[in-house]
């Protein structure tokens, strides 16, 4: 891992007058760029050749000579012919020369690699670098573990296929897609062993990959991704807030929900098992009875960061839930950074950031905010790993 003083090293070089917010061009870059807009910060998108134009010409910025925005949101874009590239040293002195923060994404460790992020990226980073790793599922240190230290409420694992007893869902990556998953679900061993057999001869999974796949009992109920912020220059009121919630649309999942039972049994066998790729995602939000116990989670989980990632969370991070018939909230995944439904509140921000900060507050907006109240109270280093 990057010592804390070489970041810090790296920080002091900045000229906090000219700070410029920067993100990897993928997943959330948008609201993140949007964000920063709003706080009068200028951008910076790293991207890959082949996949720049939302960024280089669709959403570029267009600003008037006396610096308003009146137009777009990114105002710089670093092209590279691939994304791993960035931690080449001549990428990294540009992003240090212009005094950028970088705000991680899941795309930023899935295509650079978390080793090279730990070790490589020089760069400051904006949240908690050392927490990136716990999102791998199948570490040491993972996620799971951090719930179960934290007395947090999950899913039951099932340690082996034969002992399937009930719906559940097989949780492993996507063999040709990076960034996506292969999951699927099963009730019973023969099941299992069917669908998997499909979806290798599919090339949707490889056999490794189903060796080392999490299963664990399906939570029937609705998602929420329950975006949170935690701040920890925050003094007069509470450290953790709920900017907002959202949820998934899977494709090919929901286009299967969305055929009658009679149409789903006549599908053949390339089009029978659902993928659970993300594609989009819709705002919501929770009956006012179920907030106290969502806050509740976060609590838990920023106190078990806190003992086990020193210094523990900083900024953005989503609990992805479900609640069962019950009530019951089950924490099916965590994003220790910006979570990756975010982009449904840019601009128009969401019903409890808006409430809590009188103003349209989407998460790239706060992560901005929260840069702009550092400068100006002279504690970036408190908010950088």
Not at 30 to 35: A, I, S
Not at 254 to 267: E, I
Not at 353 to 374: F, I
Request: negative net charge.
């Amino acid at each position: 891992m990057i010592s804390r003083d070489t970041i810090i090293e790296k920080l002091h070089g900045y000229k906090t007058d000219k700070i410029r917010i920067g993100v990897l061009g993928s997943h959330s870059a948008l609201d993140v760029c949007d964000g920063a807009v709003d706080e009068g910060f200028q951008t910076t998108v790293v991207c890959q050749k082949g996949r720049d134009k939302t960024y280089s010409e669709y959403f570029r910025a267009h600003r008037a000579m006396e610096g308003e925005v009146r137009r777009g949101m990114v105002d710089d874009v670093i092209l590279l012919d691939r994304f791993d590239h960035i931690i080449r040293p001549e990428v990294q002195q540009k992003l240090l020369d212009d005094n950028v923060l970088f705000v991680p994404n899941r795309s930023l460790t899935s295509y650079i690699g978390m080793d090279a992020v730990e070790d490589d990226f020089a760069v400051p980073l904006l949240g908690s670098r050392n927490l990136l790793r716990s999102e791998d599922r199948g570490f040491a240190k993972d996620y799971y573990w951090l719930l179960k230290e934290a007395n947090l409420p999950f899913p039951k694992k099932i340690e082996n296929p034969r002992d399937i007893d009930r719906l559940v869902i097989v949780k492993l990556h996507h063999a040709k897609k990076k960034l996506e998953r292969g999951f699927f679900t099963a009730s019973s061993f023969e099941e299992y062993s069917q669908k998997s057999e499909q979806l290798i001869t599919q090339g949707v999974i490889d056999r490794e990959t189903l060796g080392e796949a999490r299963i664990e009992e399906y939570i029937i109920g609705p998602v929420f991704n329950l975006d949170f912020f935690y701040s920890p220059l925050e003094n007069f009121c509470s450290k953790i807030e709920l900017l907002g919630i959202d949820w998934r649309f899977e494709s090919s999942l929901d286009g299967h929900v969305r055929l009658p039972a009679p149409q789903q049994m006549t599908l053949n066998e390339a089009q029978r098992v659902p993928e659970y790729t993300v594609c989009g995602h819709n705002s919501s939000t929770l009956r006012e009875s179920l907030l106290e116990n969502a806050f509740e989670l976060a609590e838990k989980y920023v106190r078990a960061t806190q003992e086990h990632y020193a210094p523990g969370i900083i900024g953005p991070f989503c609990l992805q839930t479900c609640v069962d018939k019950d009530l019951q909230f089950f924490i099916y995944d965590v994003a220790p950074r910006v979570g990756g439904g975010t982009n449904v509140h840019m601009n128009v921000g969401h019903s409890y950031g808006n409430s809590l900060w009188r103003t349209e507050m989407s998460t790239g907006r706060r992560v901005a905010r929260e840069v702009r109240n550092a400068i100006a109270e002279e504690r970036l280093e408190e908010i950088v790993t």
